[in-house]
Each structure stands twice: as structure tokens, then as C-alpha cells.
């Protein structure tokens, strides 16, 4: 028995029995149904019987299903700064988060294709409490975080995966993912949570806590959609935010914002890897401030690298002018794009609302302010 057991995903020896606890479950075959529309169930499922590794199950069933979903649901994913990545090497990717699993799921197949490692990545238990999910989830690497703990039991839990992420850097050489914040961002205004970075620290037992990570790997990644496949489903919380009303999920929220995620348009999509903070997290280091204050000198500064490496799309460049009832950046987009963006949301929300529209396109135009100010600053 491991302390990680009741987070980790399955090691290599545990996959091929996982695979034959699912492998007649409808989920699956739907799924695998979607991914190789010409093949027979036989074949498929006579390959997953051999199957014995994590990584030979994402490679054959997990990257093939994504290229599925990009070429049904995408114009296509584009991609920058993975050549500033080296093989063999491990790092701890920090990411804006919107598509809750396509974001992960699109690294890691940009990691595949570049030679890179893959990752073990973070994902809330919310989102995988049916049996299928779960497995499905710990076969394709993911490790869980525990949503919904207080006091005691939410340090506990926190010391728990700070202490795997650690062991997955730094002696497994396996890369982690984890979002900037706990959950996806719903208004666009991408912001690092100070409490995931003091997470992570916990588990530098020794000395400043903040030397953790001198010894780590640390990537800002930004990830783009020109249209985001759940933006309508968000706005029910972003309402209830702006009205100061309290927000309860429905009982199936989590799984309907997955499936959309997945089969929704999304139009363009791209991934930019930005820098290792190397030298900048030393000078955040030496500069003799407190915990504290050096944890926010980091967000500050994972936030610039995001919001400088997020792609803008006409989309954003749309919503910000009919926002703010400008034509600051008229040149940034035809008129067919504008007429398509405006005709998407008149479609999809009630357009007499006036806070329903200021929500929904502030949720495209933030990222076009964010990305004015990491330009003044870097």
C-alpha cells in the first residue's frame, strides 16, 4: 500500500486489468465507436486485451480519439514554443484552464508528437465519480484532487498531492499539469491562484519554502479557443457572481460541461508554451521577501507569461469592441467574422438581458485586456 493510492493513477502493472474491468461498458464503446467509426469492436477490443502500459493505452486509444475530436468539432490546433522544451526532462506545467478535459488532453498530444514527456495531470474528483470516468481517468494518467474538504482534511489532502507532484518531478522524471487555479476559469480573466502555489510548497520539508521551486521545472502554458465550447453553459455561475446571489450546480453539470468540452465548436485552438521560469523564480528568491509576497511576485508573474502567450482570435478582438462599443480593433476581423460571432451568442442567450450580454462577452474580450497589460509590464 502507497500513501498516493487514493489519488494515483494506475501504475503499468494495474492497466491491462483496468482496461478488461470497462472494456464492455457502453462508455467505452461509444467512444471507441467515435474514434474508429471503420473498425469492428472485435478488433479494438482484442487490442486493448494486450495493452499493459499507461502509455501504450493513451498513444493507441486516448491521442487517436483526440485527433478525432479536433477534426469533427476544430478548424485545427496550432502550437508554439515546444522547442524550448528538451526529451528526458520534466516539468511542472501551470496552465490557464477553460475545457475540462481537452486542455490537458491537447498538451499532452503536442508533449507525443514533439518527443516530449507526457504528464501526470490534476483532475477534481467531482468530475470522475462514475466508475467509468474514474478508471477511464487513471488509465490516461490523471491523479485526483479532493474538492469539497475543509480544515484538517483540506491540509491533509493538500500535503498529499504536493508530496505526489513532487515525487512525479523529481524522482519519477514525469511531468504534472495543474491549472492555475482550482477549477476553470468562467469569465476569462485568467488569473493564478495564490493558494495553488502554496500547495505545491508543502512539500519542501527543509529551509525556505519557496527554494521548492529552484528545484523544479516551472512552465506558464496558454492554451486558446476561438470559440469556447462551454461558454453558454458558464453563464448560469457567472450570473449568479455578478448578481452576489449564491450558485448551485445542477446534478449533472460537471458531466454535461465535459461532453460539450468535447463535441462542441471550438473553431480554432492554440496551445503556446511559454518559458522556464528559471532566472526569474532565483531573483524571486533572493530578494529577501517574505513567503508570502514572493508567492505573489510568482502569480504576478505566471499570469504575464499566460496572458502574453494566449492567442487572440477575432472572437476576442469582437467581443471587445461591441463590449465597449468601440471600433478600436476593427482591423483585427472581417465583417463575415464579426457577423458569425454576433449571430453565435444571439443564438444561444437573451440578448434583452443586458448583464447576460455584458457576461458573455466579456468572457471572449478579458483576455484582450490581460494581454495589454502583460505587454506594458514584460
Known amino acids: ?76 490546433l496550432s502550437t508554439g514554443g515546444f522547442e524550448l522544451l528538451e526529451p528526458n526532462t520534466a516539468y511542472l506545467f501551470i496552465s490557464n484552464h477553460r475545457d475540462i478535459i481537452l486542455d490537458t488532453s491537447l498538451l499532452n498530444a503536442c508533449l507525443y508528437e514533439n518527443g516530449l514527456v507526457m504528464t501526470t495531470s490534476a483532475i477534481g474528483d467531482n468530475l470522475i465519480q462514475k466508475p467509468f ?69 508543502l512539500a519542501e520539508k527543509e529551509g525556505d519554502p519557496f527554494s521548492y521551486f529552484e528545484k523544479i521545472k516551472l512552465v506558464p502554458v496558454s492554451i486558446s479557443y476561438e470559440y469556447d465550447p462551454t461558454d453558454v453553459l458558464k453563464m448560469p455561475e457567472l450570473l449568479a457572481k455578478a448578481r452576489d446571489e449564491k450558485y448551485i450546480k445542477s446534478e449533472n453539470e460537471d458531466f454535461l460541461n465535459l461532453l460539450r468540452g468535447i463535441i462542441g465548436t471550438k473553431k480554432r485552438i492554440h496551445i503556446e508554451v511559454n518559458a522556464v521560469l528559471d532566472q526569474e523564480i532565483k531573483e524571486i528568491a533572493q530578494s529577501g521577501n517574505n513567503l508570502s509576497e514572493k508567492l505573489n511576485q510568482l502569480c504576478r508573474l505566471i499570469d504575464l507569461q499566460i496572458w502574453n502567450g494566449f492567442k487572440l482570435w477575432p472572437s476576442n478582438f469582437i467581443a471587445h469592441d461591441l463590449l465597449y462599443g468601440e471600433k478600436e480593433y476593427a482591423n483585427e476581423y472581417t465583417e463575415e467574422e464579426k457577423t458569425a460571432f454576433e449571430n453565435r451568442f444571439k443564438n444561444k442567450i437573451d440578448t434583452k438581458d443586458p448583464d447576460v450580454v455584458k457576461n458573455f462577452l466579456a468572457m471572449y474580450a478579458n483576455p484582450v485586456n490581460n494581454q495589454k497589460k502583460a505587454l506594458s509590464e514584460i
Open 1 to 76: 500500500m502507497s500513501k498516493f493510492d487514493p489519488i494515483r493513477p494506475y501504475y503499468d502493472a494495474e492497466a491491462n486489468a483496468a482496461i478488461r474491468k470497462i472494456l464492455d461498458d457502453p462508455m467505452l464503446e461509444a467512444m471507441m465507436g467515435f474514434t474508429f467509426p471503420e473498425d469492428n469492436q472485435k478488433n479494438w477490443k482484442e487490442l486493448m486485451k494486450h495493452t499493459h502500459s499507461l502509455r501504450d493505452f493513451q498513444i493507441n486509444f486516448i491521442y487517436p480519439g483526440l485527433m478525432k475530436v479536433l477534426e469533427k468539432s476544430s478548424d485545427g
Open 133 to 201: 470516468l474514474q478508471t477511464l481517468s487513471r488509465l490516461n494518467r490523471n491523479f485526483a484532487i479532493q474538492r469539497s474538504l475543509k480544515g484538517r482534511e483540506l491540509l491533509e489532502s493538500s500535503q498529499l498531492v504536493s508530496d505526489y507532484i513532487r515525487k512525479s518531478l523529481l524522482q519519477e522524471n514525469r511531468s504534472v499539469w495543474t491549472a492555475q487555479r482550482e477549477g476553470r476559469t468562467k469569465d476569462g480573466n485568467d488569473f493564478t491562484q495564490k493558494g495553488v502555489l502554496k500547495m505545491l510548497t
